[in-house]
């Protein structure tokens, strides 16, 4: 336990001396985080190097009265789809995530100022984008009008293209997931978008927050619903 003080107390007087306005600064107190991680995973409590992960466990838990995961309620929207693509496929050079940037002028706020969720489907993706009141398939030909039904949502903050992170954050939502009175609701998607986009000056925020940040937030949504007999 004095070596866990130790390894806490080297990271605080680290933290104490770092100017936040220095990316270089900030970047180093992230190393120094990844590297106490390791040095934590790797001490052997007692013949036991999983009393650590337990320690670490635990002290999540006690946390619970802070929590950075919502619960929100995604309403029932008309939305286009470009139906289940590849990743690759959604994202090359005048893929579907462009082909879908088309139509941006029909398209109408659902939360956070998003228009779109990109919605998992096993080692595929389909990207919807709620669309305003009137607008038919014609209007969005060659895609397709479908009514999404919405429902309530595990949500938490992401780092846009930090696999790592999106990982902890969805491990950490499974866990949340477990110790309420929710279950993941599986005849439904997990997905993602970012808040506040911004496009044709639709929204400053988008950049605002990325500069102050120094990444993209990405939302993620976990779909629950009540356990049985709650």
Not at 42 to 62: H, M, Q, V
Not at 100 to 124: E, G, M, P, S
Not at 189 to 215: H, S, T, W
């Amino acid at each position: 336990m004095h070596e866990l003080k130790e390894i806490v107390l080297d990271f605080i007087r680290e933290i104490e001396q770092v100017n936040f306005s220095d990316n270089s600064d900030i970047k180093q107190l992230y190393n120094k985080a990844k590297e106490i991680e390791t040095q934590l995973i790797s001490i052997d409590y007692i013949g036991k190097p999983s009393n650590i992960n337990r320690l670490i466990e635990i002290t999540e838990k006690l946390d619970k009265k802070i929590s950075d995961i919502m619960v929100v309620r995604i309403p029932r929207f008309r939305a286009v789809t470009v139906g289940e693509q590849s990743w690759e496929d959604m994202f090359k050079s005048g893929g579907y995530m462009y082909q879908l940037w088309q139509y941006v002028h029909l398209y109408k706020n659902v939360i956070f100022d998003c228009f779109d969720f990109l919605l998992f489907k096993n080692d595929k993706a389909e990207w919807i984008c709620a669309v305003k009141e009137g607008v038919t398939n014609t209007d969005v030909s060659p895609f397709k009008l479908f009514d999404f039904q919405g429902g309530l949502y595990a949500m938490a903050v992401s780092i846009d293209e930090d696999n790592e992170n999106i990982q902890k954050v969805e491990n950490k939502v499974q866990r949340w997931i477990e110790s309420t009175n929710f279950e993941l609701d599986k005849d439904r998607n997990v997905m993602f978008n970012i808040p506040y986009l911004y496009e044709d000056g639709r929204d400053i925020a988008y950049k605002d927050i990325e500069k102050g940040l120094g990444y993209k937030q990405m939302q993620r949504y976990f779909p629950i619903k009540l356990k049985e007999g709650i």
